[in-house]
């Protein structure tokens, strides 16, 4: 019933810049949002970014100012540019999509980042 493919992940220096994608399918016909969430090794999963109501967006403040979500409708499809990157931004991605009154969360594959020092 849903799809989400992540792409974008890699390894990339300290400073460096990737930009992650996840085009999400579904043939449910209900509004969504979608979110990017990342897990670093022995860590739980935590939440990185959405887009709130009001057509602004929220961030963990780990990465405010740094990473900067964005979608593009026609596409389905969101996007993560993530700047500055520092090493401890290394984690799996993960692309997430709950549709609207449901607390059920669909999630992708996740593509992995890796920051290197």
């Known amino acids: 019933q849903v799809q989400l493919v992540e792409s974008g992940g890699g390894l990339v220096q300290a400073g460096g810049s990737l930009r992650l994608s996840c085009a999400a399918s579904?043939?449910?016909?209900?509004?969504?949002?979608m979110a990017w969430f990342r897990q670093a090794p022995g860590k739980e999963r935590e939440f990185v970014a959405t887009f709130l109501g009001n057509g602004t967006s929220t961030y963990t403040d780990s990465v405010k100012g740094r990473f900067t979500i964005s979608r593009d409708s026609d596409k389905n499809t969101i996007y993560l540019q993530m700047n500055s990157l520092k090493p401890e931004d290394t984690a799996v991605y993960y692309c997430n999509l709950r549709f609207r009154g449901s607390t059920y969360d669909f999630w992708g594959q996740g593509t992995q980042v890796t920051v290197s020092s």
């Open positions: 579904t043939s449910i016909f209900r509004s969504y949002t």
